[in-house]
């Protein structure tokens, strides 16, 4: 008894140090999905609820699912190395890794039956749209497990104390921060350590002042799109509104502290996504009602006033250099199951892709302002130039949004750095470019 | 202590000679440079000491009191206590630290031994014995100081990947065909793999220093033991080797600073939770700390990561002040 | 006679030494070679090709070179931030470890409390070194810094550690963490600077200040230049403290090499522009180390 403990104990220090993985009777033991998840806002207990009840429906199936908020910095590694988890959601070069084939093509599970939609594909239990950001020829390589949407968070109480109102126009919105910096509230908190939370604000801006058309044809990095003077102008406004209307030292903040800011009412409004309120769970103090708004139309706009950014968000793909890909498919077709989608929303007080999951859900306070902003919204548009061009978002963007924020640079140098940026990816041609996409339906 | 005293009378005459004027200036100069000394003493202390006092605070504590002492130290009871319990228990318990305290334990201590062991063997035959290749050996090992670590970190990232899964198609099909199952070997994703790796690159370092230092021993002991008729491996391990113990010392001291602080390599070649070491776990407890916005658990790690060093440091503080000299008269 | 001796002994057991300098330089000269050798040798032919790390590597020539000096390119950017990181704490670091080891070296009161106390920081690990001053900056409530400039009657937080400012808050961080490893350094320097020359220099009438110069200096030159090569490399090879600041995703104004290199490998899948950082980094230590060395011996010679 004694020397088999002391066997385990020292073949279990031996893989710990060699590496040395030895799996015995695979077969009868059965496989183990392997996921990656982003441990953000959302965090991974509903997804860790999901592997459970896999596991239970899957008998002979484990699945070893795991969290971190830098999941990226052990993921990208580990698909250089050709050993990935089967599936993640992960900030990663997804396009290089598609034009590679390192992803899996999901069309397979994607054409397969629903999980608890009787009658219906996978497919087909999908909003609309979503499955499009990241199609390659013909064939969908990711799918998302959240509806995103990207709003401006109000403090509700403060708003009834002050008298102050929802506004619906950006001069109202201006004239709004000046009543609450009057009244000595920070009137927006800003994740400025990361700048690029200035970015969906900045393109809610354009869309805003220019019809569809133009908005997508910056996405398809159409030459001198940057260069738009109603570009130029929706980086001005959001400079103005940097420069006047930022809580003081918020560029040193990162995204949980300026939050925690706005928690604590010392700044009246953020602008953030529909993860706000999960991610700031534990700090938020009791009592706090928050509500959110669209980000307000601008007035002489040329834009779909009632469209709102977002769509599809925290993306999964399958690896194929994975162990087990059609398993880990098979596992993302079930985080998507009518009742996955319920309880995501229910735990998490936000919405998942799969059309009609939020029937006859008892709906939070908090959701239901954001079910509100998009029931009364036209289309929902999204962003796709920051993954698809990573050294653009990630050298130029990055940097001119801190510099056009801090107020360092002009508008229109802003957008000139931009264009630059956007050239020489255009010149260079180990960047791959996908097809313009134009303007899609939705 | 008699040669200072000489000094300072000397000074004094001095002083006397050139009058009171000078006297009082130099009063003043050294009253300002202990001001500056003192001042300095004060921001290097003062902040170990607030993440120290900090560490006993809840995160809601620290919002509303952030300089303040905690309640835990002006009025101790169970219930002050309290915060500094949660901290250090959700930062040792929860949040893995015991995990990467052991994992930095086990990686550190083996590389350890290992490079003092190799390094030593190494120097000793470069200093003492004469050999075709010897001056190509030693040049070898002194360009790995100038060798950086950016340099070798992307193709060794790869070649431990092909080694792995070299080493899984030769070795997996005979497991496999006797029954014992899948077998696959990684030197990512391995303690092993980070400390061959510590090891070599620690070894220029180490065969450098120590080499210097085995040439300063005296030779004659070597030539009795060989009269006694003991062999180089015993002349070695019982006469040299306890001979050369305050270079090695040193060495270790060094060593172990910089392998238990270690960041980069780890980074690269670690992704598996388990496995992670002291400074990969402390930057991965920060972002957790900042996703929770649970201030008081980052107080509590970087108080955990700091005091291993720290009293590694009050105990051989004299041994490694004295390392540094015999570095620095070496050149 | 003694060489002689050995001679014939090695005659005679001349294959059992063979092996016996084989078996104990042998392990430790194959795991280097294996590990740090063969790998950079590598670096220097994957830096001549484009690869993305999954697909086929092509031929690029010195493209990836050309393709980090060229206008625009992030490395002039990050090559100027380890400059900056190297110079500005460096001399700052210099003066104050000079300043510290002459005037503990003077024996004056306490003198061992500073030397232990002024070393402590440089046994504290590069993250930790790093977070600590991240709590110190922070612009929220908890930011020890910004407390004391609340208190002091400054009513808007400095933004320490944003992004613009960074390399700027990194300096006082940098001198903080250093310092004591110089000043211990160079004590041990002056210490092994006989006491009779300053009696010699004194008996002609030489001001503190000029012994310092004219004696303390010259004969700790050799220290000196060895703790700035210290400096200088190590501020080439800055990686970590960006990197925990910067929460791993450092931007175009606050890269250094170090960092640039790991966000083109693997951020952004680009091995062959990476390894071309790295040897890049690798000839400017290279330089740096020969230039100082250089420096050394002809001071040495002066005198």
Redesign the interface.
């Known amino acids: 008894m004694k020397t088999a403990c002391l066997w385990t104990l020292t073949a279990g220090a031996l893989t710990l140090l060699t590496g040395c993985t030895l799996r015995r009777d695979t077969r009868h033991a059965g496989t183990t999905i392997e996921v990656a998840v982003f441990e953000g806002g959302y965090g991974i207990e509903w997804h860790k609820s999901v592997a459970r009840r896999y596991e239970a429906e899957h008998p002979g199936v484990r699945v070893n699912l795991w969290g971190d908020p830098?999941v990226?910095?052990k993921v990208?590694?580990r698909?250089?190395r050709r050993n990935p988890p089967d599936l993640a959601s992960a900030n990663l070069?997804v396009w290089?890794?598609i034009v590679?084939?390192?992803l899996y093509p999901l069309d397979e599970a994607l054409d397969s039956p629903a999980y608890g939609v009787p009658g219906k594909t996978w497919r087909e239990t999908m909003v609309p749209g979503t499955l499009g950001d990241f199609a390659y020829q013909g064939k969908t390589y990711a799918a998302p497990t959240a509806l995103g949407a990207w709003v401006c968070w109000y403090n509700k109480r403060q708003f009834r104390k002050h008298g102050w109102e929802v506004p619906r126009t950006w001069s109202e919105f201006t004239a709004l921060c000046d009543r609450m910096k009057a009244a000595g509230v920070a009137p927006l908190a800003f994740q400025?350590?990361?700048?690029g939370y200035a970015w969906a604000t900045l393109l809610s801006l354009y869309q805003r002042l220019v019809p569809f058309e133009r908005w997508y044809a910056m996405q398809d990095f159409k030459p001198g799109a940057f260069l738009d003077p109603d570009f130029v102008k929706a980086a001005r406004l959001l400079q103005n509104m940097a420069v006047r209307h930022f809580q003081?030292?918020?560029?040193?903040?990162?995204h949980t502290?300026s939050q925690?800011?706005w928690v604590n009412g010392r700044a009246a409004m953020v602008f953030c996504g529909l993860w706000l309120k999960n991610e700031m769970k534990s700090a938020i103090p009791e009592g706090f009602e928050m509500a959110c708004f669209p980000v307000p139309m601008v007035d002489g706009g040329k834009g779909d006033p009632n469209a709102v950014y977002g769509g599809g968000a925290e993306n999964f793909c399958v690896f194929a250099d994975a162990k087990h890909p059609r398993e880990g498919a098979d596992f993302l077709k079930y985080l998507l199951s009518m009742e996955s989608a319920r309880s995501y929303t229910l735990r998490l007080d936000t919405l998942a892709p799969v059309a009609g999951s939020t029937d006859g859900l008892p709906i939070s306070q908090e959701l239901q302002s954001v079910v509100e902003v998009l029931r009364r919204s036209s289309r929902v548009f999204q962003d796709r130039i920051s993954g698809l061009y990573?050294?653009f978002g990630?050298?130029v963007l990055?940097?001119a949004q801190?510099?056009l924020i801090?107020n360092?640079i002009t508008p229109e140098e802003f957008a000139r750095r931009l264009e630059?940026g956007a050239e020489?990816a255009r010149r260079n041609p180990?960047i791959y470019k996908p097809e313009p996409m134009g303007v899609p339906e939705g | 202590m008699a040669?200072?005293g000489e000094?300072r009378e000397?000074?004094g005459k001095?002083r006397g000679a050139r009058g009171e004027r000078f006297s009082c200036l130099s009063a003043l100069a050294s009253g300002l440079?202990?001001a500056f000394?003192l001042a300095?003493?004060v921001?290097?202390?003062f902040?170990?000491c607030?993440?120290f006092y900090t560490s006993a605070k809840s995160t809601r504590q620290?919002?509303e009191n952030?300089?303040g002492l905690p309640r835990a130290i002006t009025g101790p009871s169970a219930e002050s206590v309290k915060p500094l319990i949660e901290n250090y228990r959700t930062a040792w318990v929860g949040s893995r630290f015991s995990r990467y305290f052991l994992n930095s334990v086990v990686v550190v201590g083996i590389s350890l031994a290992s490079i003092v062991l190799?390094?030593s063997?190494?120097a000793?035959?470069?200093a003492r014995?004469t050999?075709r290749l010897r001056s190509l050996?030693y040049l070898?090992?002194v360009?790995?100081l100038?060798?950086?670590?950016?340099?070798?970190?992307?193709?060794?990232f790869?070649?431990f990947s092909d080694i792995g899964e070299g080493l899984t198609r030769l070795l997996g099909p005979p497991v496999r065909a006797l029954g014992l199952g899948e077998l696959t070997v990684s030197l990512h994703d391995s303690h092993i793999g980070l400390i061959?790796?510590y090891?070599?690159?620690s070894?220029?370092f180490t065969?450098f220093t120590l080499t210097a230092f085995f040439r300063t021993l005296p030779?004659e002991l070597r030539e009795a033991a060989?009269m006694d008729g003991a062999g180089?491996?015993r002349i070695?391990f019982s006469v040299m080797a306890p001979l050369g113990k305050p270079g090695i010392v040193t060495v270790a001291i060094f060593n172990f600073?910089g392998l238990?602080?270690e960041?980069?390599f780890g980074?690269?070649f670690l992704s598996d939770d388990r496995l992670k070491t002291?400074?990969l776990g402390?930057?991965s407890i920060?972002?957790q700390a900042?996703y929770k916005s649970d201030?008081g658990l980052?107080?509590a790690a970087?108080v955990i990561?700091?005091v291993p060093?720290?009293v590694?440091?009050m105990v051989l503080?004299e041994k490694?002040?004295r390392g540094?000299?015999l570095?620095?008269?070496k050149? | 006679m003694?060489r002689e001796a050995r001679g014939k002994?090695q005659g005679c057991r001349g294959v059992?030494?063979?092996l016996?300098?084989l078996s104990?330089?042998g392990?430790?000269?194959l795991?280097?070679?294996?590990?740090?050798?063969?790998?950079?040798l590598?670096?220097f032919r994957?830096s001549l090709y484009?690869w993305?790390?999954?697909?086929e590597p092509r031929w690029a020539g010195l493209g990836n070179f050309r393709a980090i000096v060229a206008s625009?390119s992030?490395f002039i950017p990050a090559i100027r931030n380890n400059l900056f990181l190297t110079f500005v704490p460096g001399i700052l670091t210099l003066s104050?470890a000079l300043f510290?080891a002459y005037?503990i070296h003077q024996?004056?009161r306490g003198a061992r409390?500073?030397?232990?106390?002024?070393?402590?920081?440089?046994?504290?690990?590069?993250?930790?070194v790093a977070?600590?001053?991240?709590?110190?900056?922070?612009?929220?409530?908890?930011?020890?810094l910004?407390?004391l400039l609340k208190l002091l009657g400054r009513t808007?937080?400095?933004?320490?550690?944003?992004?613009?400012?960074l390399l700027w808050a990194i300096v006082p961080m940098s001198v903080?963490s250093a310092t004591?490893?110089f000043m211990?350094?160079f004590l041990?320097?002056m210490?092994?600077i006989p006491?009779t020359y300053?009696?010699a220099a004194?008996l002609d009438?030489a001001s503190s200040g000029s012994q310092f110069r004219h004696i303390t200096l010259p004969l700790m030159w050799?220290?000196l230049t060895?703790g700035i090569v210290f400096l200088v490399?190590g501020g080439?090879?800055f990686?970590?403290a960006i990197?925990?600041m910067?929460?791993?995703?450092p931007?175009?104004?606050t890269h250094t090499?170090?960092t640039l290199?790991?966000?083109k490998?693997?951020?952004?899948?680009n091995?062959g522009y990476?390894?071309a950082?790295?040897?890049m980094?690798?000839l400017l230590?290279?330089a740096a180390?020969l230039v100082s060395l250089r420096l050394?011996r002809r001071e040495r010679l002066e005198y």
């Open positions: 830098r990226d910095e990208r590694p698909i250089l070069p290089k890794l590679a084939g390192k400025g350590k990361y700048p003081p030292g918020a560029m040193a903040m990162t502290e925690l800011e990573l050294e990630a050298t990055q940097q801190a510099d801090s360092r630059a020489a180990d | 040669a200072i000094r000397v000074r001095r440079k202990y000394l300095y003493l921001a290097v202390v902040p170990v607030w993440v620290i919002y952030p300089f190799l390094g063997m190494a000793y035959v470069l014995f050999f050996a070898l090992f360009c790995g100038l060798i950086p670590t950016q340099l070798v970190l992307i193709p060794l790869f070649q061959l790796i090891v070599a690159f070894l220029p065969v030779g060989m180089e491996y070695f600073l238990w602080n960041y980069l980074l690269v002291l400074p402390l930057a920060s972002m900042q201030f980052l107080f970087l990561a700091m060093t720290m590694v440091y503080q490694l002040t540094i000299t570095g620095a008269l050149g | 003694r002994r059992g030494q063979a016996f300098i104990f330089l392990p430790a000269l795991l280097y070679a294996f590990i740090v050798l063969w790998p950079a590598n670096a994957y484009n993305d790390g999954l697909s625009g992030e104050l510290f005037t024996r004056i409390l500073f030397r232990v106390a002024f070393f402590f920081p440089n046994v504290i690990s590069g993250v930790a977070l600590l001053w991240t709590l110190i900056y922070s612009t929220t409530d908890v930011g020890l910004n407390g808007e937080p400095i933004a320490f550690t944003e992004s613009g400012n903080w004591g490893f211990v350094l041990a320097a210490e092994n006491e300053y009696e004194r009438g050799d220290v060895t490399v080439l090879k990686f970590d990197f925990v910067e929460n791993g995703k931007g175009k104004v090499m170090a290199l790991y966000s490998v693997f951020n952004e899948y091995m990476g390894t950082i790295s040897v980094l690798f230590v290279l180390t050394m």
